[in-house]
């Protein structure tokens, strides 16, 4: 029930947002339903990244709704009225910013506080409960409070204090063993782009079916994004607060690769924004009566995202749906086996390490059994010399080698043949979903 509860609740401060945007209702709901039928990304479940992101929205709509102002920055002030070369483009965009307007609603110094504090103590749960979503929040409010479109100024440096603090007491004993991997990719684009894209095209027929849907998914709604910017700006809108929140998670890709996964996560910080832009190429101008071309129109881009929601969301649930079975199997291990026991596994796609995280030693051989070398995978556990050590295999390991890796069918089934035959393993419990194996003296 996790994602219903949070994609309802989603729906809250994402209203607010829009509701910054334009008081025509029409395209705030129709931004809405543009957000569901695009959120294929899958960070709805019970996790803290889901209420994570969650805070991000409520911190988006406080600022877009309460603290929005008329302006440009300094700088760009300066070379408008100078007799530069620059002078006569930044008049120019000097004249976009006074076109874009105020939005924010009028609020009462004691109101004003209480919001504040709200900001400031949702970005805190979020720095305490999820590793990237606070840089995002970040660079979003730096990118308002640089281009001069909110009112609490020091917002960022409130906001990086927290986060560097947070960094540099509580994260310590994580940090000592990992900061090397965690900035190996600073700034290696080309590597960050080729974990999160160009090794992402690759797998089994089915699995490149559904990758190819979400990239249509992502690009048509970009597209239609790009196109209601224009369309708002040809009708006299210039919404420069929600461009710049959409483009603001975009430069966060300089940072690390974040497992393969942060072009999707930039693509959910982005969508609330994307969404709203999309609907707006529909109702451009406020409150005005559309013709029936523009319902047929939402109709046709409507039906095809509707369909492949179904395929863009859960095509690959195969592997991300974990079976009573195979938890069944992962609480025999943790029932049996004795602390400081070696716990083995293909890849980490399977219900584990929610109890004793550190109690046991954790190792993934997914380099080995993707090259079908049961001999070495041996080896590699024995020469550990650990005196108790558990090799769990599950239906979900087996899906995500074959969906990601094209690992064929039977090499799962040959795996579990080929450990019993060696002598080295016996099988201690086995369901049709998991087997758990455990290695002889």
């Given amino acids: 029930w996790a994602p219903v509860f949070f994609n309802l609740i989603f729906l809250l401060p994402l209203r607010a947002i829009l509701l910054s945007l334009t008081d025509d209702r029409r395209l705030v ?6 957000f569901n039928l695009a959120n294929w990304v899958g960070q709805d479940y019970f996790a803290p990244q ?35 070369i620059l002078s006569k483009p930044a008049r120019f965009v000097s004249s976009l910013f006074e076109r874009a307007g105020q939005t924010s609603q009028p609020i009462q110094p004691l109101a004003r506080l209480v919001l504040l504090l709200i900001v400031v103590d949702a970005f805190l749960v979020v720095v305490a409960s999820h590793q990237l979503t606070p840089f995002s929040i970040l660079v979003g409010v730096t990118a308002l409070v ?50 999160n894209l160009t090794n992402r095209l690759h797998g089994s027929p089915q699995h490149m079916l559904i990758t190819r849907l979400r990239l249509l998914t992502t690009l048509s709604l970009w597209l239609l994004a790009f196109l209601g910017i224009v369309r708002r700006f040809l009708n006299n809108h210039l919404d420069v ?14 940072l690390q690769s974040y497992g393969g996964e942060l072009l999707m996560r930039i693509y959910l910080f982005a969508l609330p924004l994307m969404a709203a832009f999309a609907a707006a190429l529909f109702f451009p101008v406020n409150n005005q009566r559309p013709a029936r071309r523009t319902a047929l129109l939402v109709g046709a881009v409507s039906l095809p ?12 649930e ?66 550990r010399h650990n005196p108790e050590t558990y090799l769990i295999l599950t239906r979900s390991q ?26 080295k393993f016996s099988l201690v419990y086995s369901n049709p979903d998991a087997a758990v194996y455990k290695l002889l003296p």
């Fill in 318 to 383: 195969r592997m991300d749906y974990f079976s009573a079975q195979e938890y069944q199997a992962v609480e025999y291990v943790y029932q049996n086996a004795p602390e400081g026991s070696l716990l083995v596994a293909s890849s980490t796609n399977m219900p584990f390490r929610y109890q004793n995280y550190e109690l046991y030693k954790h190792v993934f051989l997914e380099k080995l059994v993707l090259e079908q070398d049961t001999h070495a995978l041996i080896a590699e556990i024995e020469k």
């Fill in 146 to 195: 640089l281009f001069n479109r909110i009112s609490p100024r020091g917002l960022p440096l409130i906001m990086g204090l927290l986060l560097a603090m947070w960094i540099t007491y509580m994260t310590v004993a994580y940090l000592s063993g990992h900061i090397s991997s965690m900035l190996g990719f600073f700034g290696q684009l080309d590597q960050t782009v080729g974990t």
């Fill in 241 to 254: 607060n929600h461009i710049l929140l959409a483009v603001a998670p975009f430069p966060l890709i300089a």
């Fill in 398 to 423: 087996g899906a995500y080698l074959e969906m990601f890796f094209d690992f064929p069918r039977h090499g799962w089934q040959r795996l579990h043949d080929e450990l019993l035959d060696s002598g």
């Fill in 50 to 84: 889901a209420f994570g992101y969650f805070l991000y929205l409520v911190i988006l709509a406080v600022l877009l709704a309460w603290f929005a102002v008329p302006g440009q920055t300094v700088l760009l002030s300066r070379l408008a009225q100078g007799g530069s």
């Fill in 305 to 316: 995202w509707l369909v492949m929601f179904v395929f863009v969301r859960f095509g690959n």
């Fill in 29 to 34: 709901w129709l931004g809405l339903w543009f």
